[in-house]
């Protein structure tokens, strides 16, 4: 099987590209440090598994899952990350993520997880699977989007040209995420989200 190792810390990226590497069946077919690296890579030379981090810059994993699900349907990802947050769950899972597996696991489980996937199983913790059944994320992706890029400090301005949209929507788009979490303001909200795993 062909994989594509997408994380943004460059030893544990080499790491887990080297491990890989070593396993019969296994061929690393290439290493980028967040989803828009990695959707360059596949442009070029289609993996069968994409192997990826959630929080990364430039382009989340579970961004880079949405546009894969969009554009490489054929592409299975998979999910690794040290946060079992249960919106990352509920969200990945909705976009058609085949396994999440946590970065404590044994390189045994991980390469058993792929082949799993690659006959077509979905590989999740029943635990974890459970705890994305308790939490919905009331946000849009829109909504989603602004209070992530408002959370590191951007401007309102700068948000709408990064989403291609007015500046009026994105204040709107704002005002509607800070309700629904019941926040105090954007950067609140952002917390908010982020603790929940919802951006």
């Known amino acids: 099987m062909k994989v594509l190792v997408v994380e943004d810390q460059a030893l544990v990226r080499g790491a887990i590209g080297s491990l890989l590497g070593l396993e019969s069946g296994i061929d690393v077919v290439g290493l980028a440090e967040h989803g828009q690296a990695a959707l360059a890579l596949i442009a070029n030379n289609p993996p069968d598994i994409v192997l990826t981090d959630i929080e990364m810059p430039e382009m989340t994993g579970l961004e880079l899952a949405a546009e894969i699900q969009r554009h490489h349907s054929q592409i299975h990802v998979v999910v690794m990350t040290t946060f079992s947050k249960s919106g990352y769950i509920k969200r990945a899972l909705d976009l058609g993520v085949k396994a999440f597996i946590l970065k404590e696991q044994p390189t045994e489980y991980l390469t058993s997880a792929l082949a799993a996937v690659m006959q077509g199983k979905r590989?999740?913790?029943?635990?974890?699977?459970?705890?994305?059944?308790?939490?919905?994320?009331?946000?849009?992706?829109?909504?989603?989007?602004?209070?992530?890029?408002?959370?590191?400090?951007?401007?309102?301005?700068?948000?709408?040209?990064?989403?291609?949209?007015?500046?009026?929507?994105?204040?709107n788009y704002l005002s509607e995420a800070i309700a629904k979490l019941n926040a105090t303001n954007r950067i609140d909200a952002a917390r908010i989200a982020k603790q929940k795993g919802w951006i």
Do not use: W, Y
Not at 123 to 146: G, T, Y
């Open 123 to 171: 590989v999740i913790e029943p635990e974890l699977a459970l705890m994305a059944l308790d939490d919905n994320d009331p946000l849009s992706d829109k909504e989603r989007q602004a209070i992530r890029l408002a959370g590191e400090g951007m401007a309102t301005k700068l948000i709408a040209q990064r989403l291609c949209l007015s500046e009026g929507t994105v204040r």
